[in-house]
């Protein structure tokens, strides 16, 4: 966010991630494997846990030709590991974004993997996949000139739309749910399953209170702040609220010394610092978004220089506007914006009195 305050000191325990295809061990039994992905994310962190009869892989890459290299060239190493090949018994996704959950299919059809995710990841996936083989919905259209978007931005829009199935090879046909206070036991660890939200609907983290170890995907992560946005099949959607209270629960659940094995970054110690910093950063962007509404009014297109530090183009704008429109939901809720349409259908927010 460009409204930043000082990051607070982490601690990483590991300098270096593994080369792509292979892997490194960061605790006994937990492998750390690195996938490269295309876009300004650039990599995927995933694991791969050792149990008795079988790898439990967590997270899965995108469907792309370099991720599915990437895994053939770890089970190879997986392999003369373990001296004899061992299965992969299960996969767990933590959510459903394509960068977690787009080779899922793939390796459950090949190795029979049971396949887990929370129920509300599982079916949001499904008709994320099943929306993206129509064209895009008017509603959606409709949604992004709310926001201010030019016809051209509109038509790059309507170019796009279908993205997110050409990410996910198939997503496996059966899941079995998981959901908050499961416990799993993986290589004589129990895994306590906490559930985020506001990244995506019900994001699977794994905590192992014994060893301080917390599987995070992408709700906490060390220097990027994940998304929290609003789409068109929820216009009105106010994710903020639950990822407010997610890093609230986290920050009071993770000892100060738990290692975080994040989905993007480097592993870290400093869970608790780095939640109340991401809490403290959404607060100042909506002490900057409030002020400058009582000066002006604004549409969530003005409010890219408060939240951003890139710049703003075709490439980004949706994820840009899904942003600005979950603060602007968020303070409207609250009772710190008003919101009004003009002749033209553009919501312009003014700051209550
Ligand atoms: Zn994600």
Redesign the pocket.
């Known amino acids: 966010m460009a409204v930043h305050l000082e990051r607070p000191e982490l601690d990483y325990p590991f300098a270096e991630p593994p080369q792509a295809g292979s892997f490194a061990e960061v605790a006994t039994g937990i492998y750390w494997v690195r996938m490269p992905i295309p876009g300004g994310i650039d990599h995927i962190n995933l694991w791969l846990l050792e149990d008795d009869d079988g790898w439990v892989v967590i997270d899965t890459g995108m469907a792309t030709d370099q991720g599915t290299d990437v895994w053939r060239a770890v089970w190879r190493q997986a392999t003369e590991l373990s001296g004899s090949q061992k299965p992969v018994k299960s996969v767990i996704c933590?959510?459903?974004?394509p960068?977690?959950v787009g080779l899922a299919g793939w390796i459950c059809e090949r190795s029979g993997a049971k396949f887990y995710m929370s129920r509300s990841e599982f079916f949001m996936c499904q008709t994320l996949v099943a929306d993206s083989m129509r064209s895009a919905p008017q509603e959606a259209l409709d949604f992004y000139r709310e926001m201010g978007c030019s016809e051209e931005q509109i038509d790059y829009y309507r170019g796009r739309f279908g993205g997110f199935k050409q990410l996910i090879r198939s997503l496996p046909r059966v899941y079995n749910r998981l959901q908050e206070g499961d416990c799993l036991t993986i290589g004589g660890r129990r895994w306590q399953v906490v559930i985020g939200d506001g990244?995506?609907p019900e994001?699977v983290c794994l905590y192992c209170e014994e060893d301080q170890l917390f599987i995070s995907?992408?709700q906490l992560l060390p220097t990027i702040s994940?998304?929290v946005g609003v789409w068109p099949l929820e216009p009105s959607e106010n994710p903020l609220v639950g990822w407010l209270a997610s890093c609230a629960k986290l920050r009071e659940l993770l000892p100060a010394e738990v290692l975080v094995l994040p989905?993007h970054g480097l592993p870290f110690r400093g869970a608790k610092v780095r939640l109340q910093h991401l809490i403290d950063e959404h607060h100042a962007a909506f002490e900057a978004i409030v002020a400058r509404a009582a000066e002006q009014p604004l549409r969530a297109m003005d409010l890219f220089d408060i939240l951003f530090r890139s710049e703003i183009g075709n490439h980004n704008l949706i994820m840009a506007l899904s942003e600005s429109r979950a603060n602007m939901n968020y303070l409207v809720a609250a009772g710190r914006l008003t919101v009004q349409a003009d002749s033209g259908g553009v919501l312009w927010y003014t700051a209550a009195h």
């Not at 933590?94 to 974004?97: D, F, G």
């Open positions: 933590t959510h459903l974004h960068d977690h990244h995506s994001h995907g992408d994940s998304i989905s």
